[in-house]
């Protein structure tokens, strides 16, 4: 987003915050600023389930983001999904670790 226009963004974003996260399966749903590249945003979504997200894409709430973030004139997007297999602590019994836990 061109750096004149990021804040705005940000706060157009607030609008779109709450309805997202009260989606079924959504697990969180952020947008936040890089502090280290004045023209980059990061939107960042968790869902429970591929269902969940699948019901996202297609529902009115994404249509919205889009929308709102072309509106700034993007100048680049890199779009990616993950899929976390484990999960576990970062702490271990001798402070952090890489390692998981069984």
């Not at 987003?1 to 709450?18: G, Q, S």
């Amino acid at each position: 987003i061109p750096v004149e226009k990021r804040a705005e963004a940000l706060d157009l974003a607030k609008e779109l915050i709450d309805p997202t996260r009260a989606q079924p399966g959504c697990i969180d749903y952020a947008w936040t600023a890089d502090p280290h590249n004045p023209k980059r945003v990061y939107v960042y979504e968790c869902w429970e389930r591929p269902e969940d997200l699948e019901a996202h894409l297609h529902g009115p709430w994404y249509r919205k983001m889009f929308e709102t973030m072309n509106s700034f004139g993007l100048t680049g997007v890199d779009i990616a999904k993950y899929e976390i297999s484990r999960q576990g602590g970062v702490y271990g019994p001798d402070g952090p670790t890489a390692v998981f836990f069984e």
